[in-house]
């Protein structure tokens, strides 16, 4: 009778334990593979300082920038064709290509445009775009590994055009991605674009992360909180803190601030780990994660999605 019941309650255990563990569908998971050398940058092209020299990434902390009608007009040449270059990936992402050969694919694509890759040796990243693919959260350089099918991948996108960055990214699903992943990626570019909505002048930036909290609860997502949107201009990153988890810290949008929104949303838990290459961050549950991401300008009466394209 004692045999019995203990197989009842390890079984009964099981049933519960199986109905509480996230559901984290079918994918391949991700492991860092080879990294090809640096591409060149022609020297017609205007670099950033940190091309010349090692630098720290930039600070986040302090008073945002309050934009002028020419710093604007600068934003939005940038932007535009950071969107415009995210959007033509659409055209290469495919089963069989390699992260390397996307990377290979934006640097001319930027390059073409006299703009400069703005990650290219930014805090000495060794590739001119981030590309996450499944359970790499955020920052995973490109490499020799081909897609599968199945993938989901983040592409992330940020020029340096005339003295200014614009900065985006997309997650493209590749080939036939199971329910759970297409499920993951359009809650995530739907919690960016009500973020969105969120913003204009007086209004709190901690709305931003108090809503991002209270989406993953009616979806039954997670928030990755490592990482955060940020202020652009002529800097890659700057304040405001963009934070995308539930928070009470001070500040509010005004007029003419420019800023990222760019949640990252997982189907598991929120922790992660950097690689050995002090950047590939991996989901410590082999989870895979979606990130969308914009620059948006703040306006008079509301935003302006810097960043967007006809189809986004």
Same mark, same amino acid.
């Given at each position: ?87 033509? +990936? &659409?055209?290469?992402?495919? $089963? ?6 996307? *990377?290979?694919?934006? /640097?001319?694509?930027? @390059? ?17 775009? +981030? &590309?996450?693919?499944?359970? $790499? ?6 490499? *020799?590994?081909?897609? /599968?099918?199945?993938? @989901? ?23 036939? $991605? ?135």
């Amino acid at each position: 009778m004692r045999n019995k019941v203990l197989q009842y309650s390890v079984r009964h255990f099981m049933q519960r334990f199986s109905k509480n563990k996230p559901n984290f569908g079918t994918c391949n998971t991700v492991e860092i593979g080879n990294v090809s050398e640096e591409r060149e940058v022609p020297e017609h092209i205007v670099k950033p300082d940190y091309y010349y020299k090692p630098m720290p990434p930039g600070f986040t902390l302090g008073e945002p920038e309050i934009k002028n009608q020419q710093q604007i007009e600068c934003m939005r040449n940038s932007c535009k064709l950071a969107a415009q270059v995210l959007k033509s +990936c &659409t055209d290469i992402i495919k $089963v069989g290509v390699t992260t390397d050969e996307i *990377d290979e694919f934006v /640097h001319n694509s930027i @390059i073409a445009a006299n703009a400069y890759p703005s990650p290219l040796r930014y805090a000495s990243f060794p590739k001119s775009t +981030c &590309t996450s693919v499944n359970n $790499v959260a955020c920052h995973g350089i490109p490499d *020799d590994r081909p897609l /599968h099918d199945g993938d @989901i991948i983040n592409v992330d996108i940020t020029v340096f055009l005339n003295g200014y960055h614009g900065d985006c990214s997309k997650t493209f699903m590749v080939g036939d $991605v199971d329910e759970r992943g297409r499920y993951l990626v359009e809650k995530t570019e739907e919690c960016l674009h009500e973020c969105i909505q969120l913003c204009r002048p007086q209004v709190e930036f901690k709305a931003i992360g108090n809503f991002i909290a209270k989406f993953c609860k009616q979806t039954g997502l997670n928030t990755i909180p490592a990482f955060i949107g940020h202020g652009i201009g002529s800097y890659f990153h700057g304040p405001p803190e963009i934070l995308h988890f539930k928070n009470n810290v001070p500040g509010t949008m005004q007029s003419g601030m420019t800023f990222t929104i760019e949640p990252i949303l997982t189907l598991g838990g929120p922790d992660i780990e950097i690689q050995e290459d002090g950047w590939t961050a991996m989901s410590v549950d082999g989870a895979r994660s979606a990130q969308f991401e914009h620059t948006i300008l703040v306006t008079d009466d509301g935003c302006e999605i810097l960043t967007k394209t006809d189809e986004n």
